[in-house]
């Protein structure tokens, strides 16, 4: 159901089916299918609105009477837990339309009535505009983000931790979970910053002159985030390459241990192998003590090689 807002001293819902004066802005939040039905819409907003309507990115398409644009909103996951990091889910998918007497956000879900709502609520609007609505709307896709940021870096520390003291068993998708949220979260930053980048341009000229600057100032908070998803991406990418560091550090242990156990046992193969030959002409074949006199000369070797270990220290870092 479609559901609409009027610009006069706050952002006010319409309730019921209340004629629109046209006295007044209006924000609207319809399906698609209100969208196409509405008569004072261009055929060819309609017609680039189909085009852009399950791209999964965000960007902007500048017209000569109006601005139309998509959003790709990636979902937080609670940075509390790994696990709930790592379930796919689908962004947030919703266009608007923008022009100097309509905002129209066309959202087949809930989540751009629900931005609306926190704007209807903060009451903060300084100009009763569609574009300075729209800037709030932008800001407020952005709020709290450098908190949640902040947040996930935290986690990815925390992942860190356990993995340099070996407190809990981490996998390569729990690593690859991070590294990927990361990347989603930098490339959809980057699109935002070009959005307002573009509007504040206003090439069409359809946003009063100080609405136009003002996101500049959305562009600049997009620009910080795209910072600070930069480095955590990097540190996603460190977090990788730690891992893969103690799992050659774990294989290179194994290779000591086997390295050991086959030092340890070559007197007793050479001396089973140089034994074992079927010959008769071999010294002390027919001594009868001489199986006593192999055995000392195994425990000899094998002490010997335990000594020279432990003097080298090799012995401990196969135990640890």
Excluded at 261 to 272: G, H, K, N, S
Aim: proline letters at 3%; one cysteine or more.
């Amino acid at each position: 159901m479609a559901v609409r807002y009027e610009l006069k001293g706050h952002l006010t819902l319409v309730e019921g089916d209340a004629p629109y004066t046209g006295l007044s802005p209006i924000v609207e939040v319809l399906s698609t299918e209100e969208f196409e039905a509405l008569d004072q819409i261009p055929q060819e907003a309609k017609e680039a609105l189909r085009d852009i309507e399950h791209a999964e990115s965000s960007f902007i398409e500048v017209f000569s009477d109006f601005t139309l644009g998509s959003f790709a909103v990636p979902a937080k996951c609670d940075t509390t837990s790994a696990i709930t990091c790592l379930i796919p889910s689908d962004p947030d998918l919703f266009a608007f339309f923008v022009d100097r007497e309509h905002l129209i956000f066309v959202d087949d879900g809930g989540f751009a009535e629900n931005i609306l709502k926190e704007i209807g609520k903060s009451g903060i609007m300084r100009r009763m505009t569609t574009a300075h609505c729209l800037y709030m709307f932008f800001k407020n896709l952005m709020l709290d983000d450098l908190v949640w940021l902040g947040r996930l870096e935290d986690s990815m520390e925390s992942l860190e931790e356990d993995m340099l003291t070996n407190r809990e068993a981490i996998t390569p998708k729990i690593i690859m979970g991070f590294r990927r949220l990361s990347m989603r979260f930098l490339t959809y930053y980057q699109q935002l910053a070009s959005m307002a980048s573009m509007l504040a341009d206003n090439e069409n000229k359809i946003l009063p002159k100080e609405e136009a600057v003002a996101f500049d100032h959305a562009s600049s908070l997009a620009d910080r985030l795209v910072d600070r998803a930069e480095t955590i991406s990097e540190y996603s990418g460190q977090l990788r390459e730690l891992y893969q560091t103690r799992v050659d550090l774990r294989q290179n242990a194994i290779m000591q241990i086997l390295t050991v156990v086959t030092v340890l046992f070559a007197p007793l193969t050479l001396i089973t192998g140089w034994f074992g030959m079927n010959l008769n002409v071999l010294p002390g074949i027919g001594w009868s003590p001489m199986w006593i006199a192999l055995i000392a000369f195994f425990l000899v070797c094998t002490i010997a090689l335990l000594a020279f270990f432990q003097r080298k220290s090799f012995l401990l870092k196969v135990i640890k």
